[in-house]
């Protein structure tokens, strides 16, 4: 049975005499706090709190912890991941979201680097090996819609991924939208793959074993990447990690529906973070270079680990591409992890099916690309 979660309370009457931008910085501070006891309720407290009421969709059980997550949001008017409509609000909202997670420290060793771009320097951040070994590399893309997260928003995702996966991670803080529209992002994302190529013996990792990956966003990006560097004859990645991507600018999906809102991630989210990483580039959103799934040809891409999400939007258009790289040849890992939203890779401090999952997902990487 399918049933939806609590209501938003009505809370116009409390707020209208407070200023927005200190209605936003209080609800964020009081989800914020809420959220850092989450990983500490039992098993049976959860379900109490949630009344019982599981919610389930296409066969789908959400996870306990992230259903009182997002009951937490709607109590304090919260409803997707963009403030406003203003970049810098929902920018400041993610970073005090994933830093208020807290959690123990992942100790690895960390440097910053500043890469050559095609418009400038462009920051990262090297995570070393444990043990400094020469291992593989991961060159990763944050997500957040192409226009919010940065290289702190996914520090702590880098780190269990360095730790966990015994490789070496390297994080791009690519040109955001909307001051920087597309390409610019992509571009930015292809010359740091072709650095860490170049370069990846003096990181201390082993030359040419170079993966690419990414969350939402950024699985679009490092897909992306994988196809430039195709079409380019240049080296490519050995293997692309795409969590919970978005693939196709046109897509009109079931998932896409069924998870409008109320999942983290909404359509309204998405639409304008494509409208604000789209617009004055003069890029039709069919062209490849934001919608991968419809480039011309899939043949001759490195193999790819996909995951998707049982409760999130884009959840219909990553199957769609991994089944599409599949019949082009691709060898391809799908994972579905159904009990989860999207964003839980983040949202890993919180304990629950999040944290097993991207355990897992991490586990699996690792093993990859052992193989390579």
């Not at 799934?293 to 999400?309: D, K, Q, T």
């Not at 691709?330 to 919180?350: I, K, M, Q, W, Y």
Request: aromatic residues 6%; hydrophobic residues 40%.
């Amino acid at each position: 049975m399918t049933r939806s979660l609590p209501g938003t309370p009505d809370l116009q009457s409390e707020v209208t005499c407070v200023p927005m931008r200190w209605t936003r910085r209080i609800q964020s501070t009081v989800t914020g706090a809420g959220v850092k006891v989450i990983p500490w309720i039992p098993g049976p407290a959860k379900r109490l709190l949630t009344r019982g009421r599981s919610v389930v969709i296409d066969g789908n059980t959400l996870d306990p912890t992230l259903q009182l997550m997002l009951s937490g949001m709607r109590a304090v008017g919260l409803d997707g991941l963009v403030i406003d409509d203003d970049p810098d609000a929902s920018r400041a909202n993610m970073r005090e979201a994933m830093l208020g997670f807290g959690g123990p420290q992942i100790h690895v060793e960390v440097d910053e680097l500043t890469l050559p771009g095609p418009a400038g320097d462009i920051p990262a951040r090297h995570y070393r090996a444990p043990g400094g070994v020469a291992a593989p590399l991961l060159v990763f893309y944050h997500g957040g819609g192409w226009v919010i997260g940065d290289l702190d928003t996914h520090d702590a995702v880098c780190r269990l991924t360095c730790r966990d996966a015994g490789i070496h991670v390297l994080s791009i803080d690519y040109r955001l939208a909307p001051e920087h529209h597309a390409p610019a992002g992509i571009d930015d994302a292809f010359a740091a793959f072709t650095w860490a190529y170049e370069h990846a013996g003096e990181l201390g990792a082993v030359p040419g074993q170079i993966a690419v990956g990414g969350d939402s966003a950024g699985g679009n990006l490092a897909a992306v990447v994988c196809q430039l560097a195709k079409d380019s004859g240049g080296p490519a990645p050995v293997l692309q990690w795409l969590i919970y991507p978005r693939t196709d600018f046109t897509a009109q999906t079931r998932s896409l529906g069924l998870f409008a809102r109320g999942f983290l991630l909404t359509k309204r989210d998405i639409d304008w973070f494509q409208a604000n990483y789209l617009r004055g580039s003069g890029i039709d959103p069919t062209d490849p270079r934001v919608s991968p799934m419809r480039a011309e040809s899939l043949s001759g891409l490195p193999p790819a680990l996909i995951v998707v999400a049982g409760f999130d939007p884009l959840r219909d258009e990553g199957e769609q591409y991994a089944s599409a790289l599949r019949a082009a040849g691709t060898a391809v890992d799908l994972r579905c992890e159904g009990s989860l939203t999207h964003g839980f890779l983040n949202l890993f401090p919180l304990g629950g099916a999040s944290a097993t999952a991207t355990s897992e997902l991490i586990s699996a990487l690792r093993a990859h690309l052992s193989r390579v």
